[in-house]
């Protein structure tokens, strides 16, 4: 499938009726369990990568290694993917625009670019370095807009919901195809985003949060686990350790994945 067909594909993907569920891979292997589960696209972390190059989340990480996992991912698999930016890997937008042509030359047909505690006027210049980024490489480029105003607890909780809708709105206008919008769990707050956007709503959800069809019914179009499935796969490996070297036991890799299974998902793909 070409550049363009995977992006046209994963555009398509985006409809409340049947919002796009990610389950965020940082690397080749978890890129690759998640594809054979069945995901229609790959989505990575920033943190998860951040984490297993051995820096912190936060635009810590050097680009060029995020840039050639990102190449690696788009390789190995067969779906679309989408990689989370963070605020760009630039401390300008002209870097950020350089961030997206090495990104789309990596393979890759979406973005996630976030805004943080920065004014909305500099994220809404990156998103316009990025679409033009895109178009002078000719490719098809899916930019999801972050909103951190809930994720951060940034403004007043009182205009929380009106800020952050302007924040969205200012973000579309400079070329945003899609709003996130993490760290908003009541559902009475996403319906109102979804309603107040022309463009598909993005959350992040975990235990305790809806069931994808519920936050669908409320107009969401995607849905990403974020860093929770590397969180919870670190704590698998911190289980582990700690029973072998407490109590010698080997309870935390009593559920795993069958050596041939997956391993087969490497084998295969030749």
Do not use: C
């Amino acid at each position: 499938m070409s550049h363009t067909d995977k992006s046209e594909l994963f555009r398509s993907l985006h409809t409340p009726a049947r919002p796009l569920a990610l389950a965020n891979a940082w690397d080749v292997a978890t890129a690759r369990v998640v594809e054979a589960a069945g995901a229609p696209a790959v989505a990575t972390t920033s943190a998860g990568v951040a984490w297993s190059l051995g820096a912190p989340d936060g635009d810590r990480v050097s680009r060029d290694l995020v840039l050639g996992v990102l190449a690696r991912i788009a390789a190995a698999v067969s779906v679309p993917v989408t990689a989370d930016i963070e605020g760009g890997y630039g401390r300008n937008p002209a870097e950020v625009a350089e961030t997206v042509a090495r990104v789309i030359e990596a393979g890759v047909v979406g973005v996630n670019i976030e805004d943080g505690t920065r004014p909305p006027r500099a994220l809404a210049e990156r998103i316009e370095a990025a679409r033009e980024a895109a178009r002078t490489a000719g490719a098809g480029l899916f930019v999801n807009a972050r909103v951190d105003t809930y994720l951060l607890g940034l403004g007043d909780p009182a205009t929380r919901l009106r800020d952050t809708l302007a924040r969205a709105r200012t973000y579309v206008g400079a070329g945003a195809d899609g709003v996130f919008v993490p760290g908003v769990t009541d559902p009475r707050v996403i319906e109102e985003l979804a309603a107040g956007l022309t463009v598909p709503l993005n959350v992040m959800a975990g235990p305790g949060a809806p069931p994808v069809a519920a936050l669908g019914a409320l107009g969401v179009a995607r849905v990403s686990l974020g860093p929770g499935v590397a969180q919870a796969a670190h704590a698998v490996v911190r289980r582990a350790a700690l029973g072998l070297y407490g109590a010698g036991g080997y309870d935390g890799v009593r559920q795993s994945l069958e050596y041939p299974d997956l391993n087969g998902l490497f084998t295969s793909s030749g």
